[in-house]
């Protein structure tokens, strides 16, 4: 708890982008990337256009190009996926470098790849300039249930705590000379599992008994009622509509 | 197999995500019956132990490892409606936070990994231990194959799912195999560690397992030296329960019926079809308007096998009939319930 109340990914700033209400930045996020998942693969030039837009909103929220890149990385495994597919498709073939490729089938790993790595690149965006603790109050200005964005709360504030029991387990393990190698050593494995569970429910009796002490009766006090003003509203939203623009456009041509 | 953006396309996911909205509404009701006030604190630190129990990595040989995807061990460790919960906000915190499943394919993921497995995993625990004898290895048992069979049921989800609104023709009999061939293997190992560890739990704290609720034992008192039962706490639920089974076996008797079935059932036309041929009736019927939907003449569409194509049709049409009663059953109930709710609102508001 000593490292500060701040998620892995998200990056201390003042930017503009940093100081937007978390709800309208959750609604502008989630806009554009309908936007950019409703594109025509054809219009390859759009691609680019939503790639200079977020571009240019990391620039203003002075994230750093290789931090974004790094975190780009996360949708390795679906690469490999996406390049399988000229392989397998059905349709219309051509041959290059002696490959037989589906032509469908590379119109649709581009497709994939490039709106998965747009999807990517701003949720990553959304993470590195949105606090925790705002995300969640973002999730619930925007009417998702209380109930949902408490439970989600109590497994972020909890999770690196349940996180740091499974590798005391681990370490207690290994210093009792276990090292897991194969099929036969997962019955220990799984039996830390079920310590790990047990623990975690119990955690959450006592939690949950601590709170109602403290006067807890079914909802959560909101101390800072974030409200978002006309101009940060069109500020935020002006991504998904220039991206909007971009798309009307990608379907007319 | 975290679906990123762009893999369906987006009425698909618009569709996917009523579905999941519509079962999350449904759970968070049904959790808080489960769990009562301690919903919030006990489902968020389950959801946080779901988390960190997918990041532990079983060795499975050489080099390469699996991890657990909890669907079936949140539904048989803390019932079905909070199981739901948990693995839905794993999946959102997931896509939201940490980029892992793209935002607009949040309805697709939580509809495949988070109801799917939860749902059928628990349907055949339930089913399985009303069969099986009462006891702790029936238990281990029933969570080993409800979670075997948890996987493939979320690989066939997904396929359907790839079926109606893929972005890419891959023919769908190939997604079908390579996607049901890889989750039958993960489904063995997921199987098998989800069995040891409600085993584990189980022999520990037994009265934690929701799945396990009926395998206390009375509690004994000694008196004057003899064991004398304790007066029982009262057990109001039971009625609810059985009535539960009895749609889930029905349910899970449908999808066998319809899925598997199916396959040996007789592909000659049915007797008035057959009349109605030989006898020239139907020369002049028209073609169905839904002939070229993708059930038309209960088959999907570019799945070559007939009896593949057949049996995955009939489990298709089993869950549109119950997703579509059950609507009908739940509007109607809601409805009685507002009819009913002025006076209890005039009650309870003196």
Redesign the interface.
């Known amino acids: 708890m000593g490292a500060g109340h701040a998620?892995r990914?998200y990056r201390h700033g003042h930017s503009p982008v940093h100081a937007l209400p978390p709800h309208t930045k959750?609604a502008a996020?989630?806009a554009f990337?309908?936007v950019?998942?409703?594109t025509p693969?054809e219009a390859m030039w759009a691609f680019a256009v939503y790639a200079v837009l977020l571009a240019y909103v990391a620039r203003h929220a002075r994230v750093p190009a290789p931090f974004l890149l790094k975190?780009l990385l996360?949708?390795v495994p679906?690469v490999a996926f996406a390049v399988l597919?000229p392989f397998?498709?059905?349709?219309e073939r051509v041959h290059v470098l002696g490959l037989s490729l589906s032509l469908?089938?590379l119109?649709?790993?581009w497709?994939?790849l490039?709106?998965?790595t747009?999807?990517?690149a701003?949720?990553?965006l959304?993470?590195a300039t949105t606090e925790?603790r705002e995300?969640l109050l973002g999730?619930q200005r925007l009417k998702l249930?209380p109930?949902?964005v408490?439970?989600?709360?109590?497994?972020?504030?909890?999770?690196d705590?349940?996180?740091d029991?499974?590798r005391r387990m681990r370490i207690a393990r290994e210093s009792r000379g276990f090292e897991?190698?194969?099929?036969r050593?997962?019955?220990v494995?799984?039996?830390?599992?079920?310590?790990?569970?047990?623990r975690?429910?119990e955690?959450?009796?006592r939690?949950?008994l601590a709170?109602v002490s403290r006067g807890y009766?079914?909802s959560m006090p909101v101390i800072d009622e974030v409200t978002a003003s006309r101009a940060q509203w069109s500020y935020a939203l002006a991504l998904p509509c220039t991206a909007l623009v971009v798309c009307l456009l990608g379907w007319a041509l | 197999m975290h679906v990123?953006?762009?893999?369906i396309?987006?009425p698909t996911?618009a569709v996917t995500g009523v579905v999941a909205a519509g079962a999350?509404?449904v759970s968070?009701r049904g959790?808080?019956r489960e769990l009562d006030?301690?919903?919030?604190?006990?489902?968020?630190?389950?959801?946080?132990?779901i988390?960190?129990?997918q990041?532990?990595n079983?060795?499975?040989?050489a080099g390469t490892s699996g991890h657990?995807l909890g669907g079936a061990l949140a539904a048989i460790?803390?019932g079905p409606y909070t199981g739901v919960?948990?693995v839905s906000?794993?999946l959102?915190?997931q896509?939201?936070?940490?980029?892992?499943g793209?935002?607009?394919?949040l309805g697709v993921n939580i509809t495949d990994m988070a109801i799917v497995t939860t749902v059928v995993s628990y349907a055949v625990f339930r089913v399985l231990l009303a069969v099986l004898p009462r006891g702790r290895r029936s238990v281990t048992v029933a969570s080993f194959v409800a979670a075997l069979v948890s996987v493939p049921a979320a690989a066939v989800a997904f396929t359907l799912i790839y079926a109606a609104g893929g972005?890419?023709?891959?023919?769908i009999g190939?997604v079908a195999t390579a996607m049901i061939g890889v989750h039958v293997l993960i489904g063995i190992g997921e199987a098998?560690?989800t069995a040891?560890?409600?085993?584990?739990?189980v022999a520990?704290?037994p009265d934690?397992v929701h799945g396990a609720r009926g395998l206390q034992q009375r509690l004994k008192l000694r008196v004057d030296g003899a064991l004398v039962d304790a007066p029982a706490p009262t057990a109001p639920v039971a009625a609810r329960t059985s009535r539960r089974t009895l749609w889930v076996t029905g349910l899970v008797a449908s999808l066998v019926l319809a899925g598997f079935v199916s396959f040996y059932a007789s592909a000659n036309p049915d007797g008035l079809e057959k009349v109605a041929h030989d006898k020239g009736i139907d020369k002049n019927a028209r073609k169905h308007a839904a002939s070229d939907s993708p059930l038309a003449d209960y088959g999907v569409k570019d799945v070559s096998d007939a009896r593949l194509s057949g049996g995955l049709a009939g489990v298709i049409g089993v869950g549109v009939t119950v997703v579509a009663g059950s609507a009908v059953f739940w509007a109607v109930r809601r409805r009685r319930t507002a009819d009913a709710s002025p006076a209890s609102t005039l009650n309870t508001g003196v």
Request: hydrophobic share 60%; glycine share 10%; aromatic share 8%.
């Open positions: 998620h990914l959750l996020a989630f990337v309908v950019v998942v409703s693969r975190r996360i949708e679906f597919m397998v498709a059905e349709g469908n089938g119109w649709g790993a497709n994939v490039a709106k998965g747009l999807g990517v701003v949720s990553v959304l993470a925790l995300l999730l249930p109930l949902l408490q439970i989600a709360s109590f497994m972020i504030r909890y999770g705590v349940i996180t029991e499974m897991a190698r194969g099929v050593h997962w019955g494995l799984a039996k830390s599992a079920g310590a790990l569970f047990i975690s429910y955690r959450g009796e939690v949950h709170m009766a079914g | 990123p953006d762009g893999f396309d987006a996911s999350l509404a968070l959790a808080r006030e301690r919903t919030a604190p006990l489902a968020g630190l389950v959801a946080a132990f988390f960190a129990v990041m532990l079983f060795p499975v040989a657990l460790l803390v919960l948990c906000v794993v959102l915190m896509g939201v936070l940490f980029a892992d793209g935002l607009t394919a972005t890419t023709d891959v023919a190939k098998v560690i040891l560890t409600v085993g584990a739990v520990v704290r934690l």
